[in-house]
């Protein structure tokens, strides 16, 4: 049978691994939810697009 102190250890080790498992989890999807974000907004205009785009419309209709 195994000293108290020993199955101690024996759980904080598990404890220790199923912490970095978790992390290590987290952080893959934290990186899928980028990753479908920055696909989702690939090809979308800018806000800096349109803002050109508005301005340049602008421009047009007080010079005629």
């Known amino acids: 049978m195994e000293s108290a102190a020993g199955l101690a250890m024996e759980t904080s080790k ?20 980028r990753s479908a974000d920055e696909e989702r907004s690939a090809g979308a205009p800018s806000v800096d697009d349109i803002s050109s785009d508005v301005i340049t419309i602008q421009q047009k209709a007080t010079s005629r």
């Not at 199923?18 to 952080?27: C, D, F, L, S, T």
């Open 14 to 33: 598990v404890k220790s691994v199923a912490i970095q498992e978790a992390k290590k989890n987290r952080e893959l999807v934290l990186e899928r939810e």
